[in-house]
């Protein structure tokens, strides 16, 4: 008898663990979601010294951040990418000489029907990369959803 409550007692601890565990990182992601505009801002290469924009950008790599934007383009994967379509995106805050200052790596499939040009949508990712060649430009890894 003992060691059957024992045992339940186990398994209810490791399911408590296990849920803390799988839900914190939500919560935390949720919590924490940056202000994509506050992240290009803080790398502007006009604004900021390469050194800076490097510090900053370990402080904010594999965060989670969020806005909206107009897209630009909607491009096929690149070798090695699994098979990720990437999404060039302008959001209001600056106007990069490139053209855009986000890319949203997406596995969303239907992207390549569904987005066309100045498209307005709302999206959310981590923080993979952040590139200054011709305007900041920050790379996600996330999700897109059409305004």
């Given at each position: 008898?003992?060691?059957?409550?024992?045992?339940?007692?186990?398994?209810?601890?490791?399911?408590?663990?296990?849920?803390?565990?799988?839900?914190?990182?939500?919560?935390?992601?949720?919590?924490?979601?940056?202000?994509?505009?506050?992240?290009?801002?803080?790398?502007?290469?006009?604004?900021?010294?390469?050194a800076q924009i490097n510090e900053y950008f370990k402080q904010v790599k594999g965060k989670i951040a969020k806005g909206e934007g107009k897209v630009v383009d909607v491009l096929p994967p690149r070798v090695g990418s699994r098979g990720m379509l990437r999404v060039?995106?302008?959001?209001?805050?600056?106007?990069?000489?490139?053209?855009?200052?986000?890319?949203?790596?997406?596995?969303?499939?239907?992207?390549?029907?569904?987005?066309?040009?100045?498209?307005?949508i709302t999206f959310e990712g981590r923080i993979d990369k952040i590139s200054t060649f011709r305007g900041t430009s920050v790379d996600l890894t996330g999700t897109y959803r059409k305004k």
């Open positions: 008898m003992r060691t059957m409550r024992n045992q339940v007692l186990l398994i209810a601890l490791a399911l408590l663990i296990a849920g803390q565990h799988f839900a914190l990182p939500l919560a935390k992601a949720q919590e924490q979601a940056m202000d994509i505009n506050e992240v290009i801002k803080n790398t502007d290469p006009a604004k900021a010294t390469k060039t995106i302008l959001t209001p805050v600056s106007k990069p000489e490139k053209g855009y200052n986000v890319v949203l790596l997406t596995t969303q499939s239907e992207a390549v029907s569904e987005l066309k040009m100045n498209d307005q």
